[in-house]
């Protein structure tokens, strides 16, 4: 039960836009770990000059899916 109310719940946290929402809620399904990343953009421009760009993602691992996001700018 403890399994099922943690998906529901990280279920009514995300925003899905224009896509079509995933049914999240499966008995089957668990989430096995949850955690931040940080996604590297690395780009050289001319003579030389490298730029780097960060962006902060979330990411949740369950049994048979991976769910990468990122927070809403409010």
């Not at 109310?5 to 770990?33: C, N, T």
């Amino acid at each position: 039960m403890e399994h099922t109310e943690q998906l529901m719940d990280i279920h009514k946290r995300l925003e899905f836009g224009k896509l079509k929402p995933f049914p999240l809620v499966s008995a089957s399904r668990q989430l096995e770990r949850k955690g931040t990343l940080v996604e590297l953009q690395v780009e050289q421009k001319l003579l030389g000059k490298i730029k780097v760009k960060k962006t902060s993602l979330y990411v949740f691992v369950f049994t048979d899916y991976v769910i990468i996001a990122k927070k809403k700018n409010k």
